[in-house]
């Protein structure tokens, strides 16, 4: 079997990447004085052959497998930076260490879900009664204690 063209394999790194067919047609291939309606078909054409459409299903499929870290590996890293940086006195480097793996438990968030009667919108009167309030009024009205 033939290997792809060079622009045949750019158009699908350009495909793989997120490009429409018809954006990485005009990367790939000189298509300036082309069309939009022609650009189209050329870029369809493409995709449907089936050795180019292997070739994106390939690189989509690299992508994919270097971007699947799952939760569970960026906290046994986090972990081992901690460690490491523990053991390194670089405590700058722990607290970020600390501050990544607090940011999946809920209770070490900064964002909190604010909603209204029946968990529809805020009122617009509640808004602008918290507009008046100093930060120190709102800290406490978010931590649940009464003003």
Known sequence: MRPLSAKQEAWAR??????DDSAAYRLAYDAANMLPATVNRCAHDLACNPKVAARVAELQARVVALADDSAADVLRDTRATYAAAQDAKQYGAAVAALTLRARRHPEFSDKRELSGPAGG????????????LAPEQLAKLASGEKL
Do not use: H, W
């Open 14 to 19: 350009y495909s793989a990447n997120g490009l």
């Open 121 to 132: 919108p805020i009122p617009v009167a509640v808004m602008q009664f918290l507009a008046t």
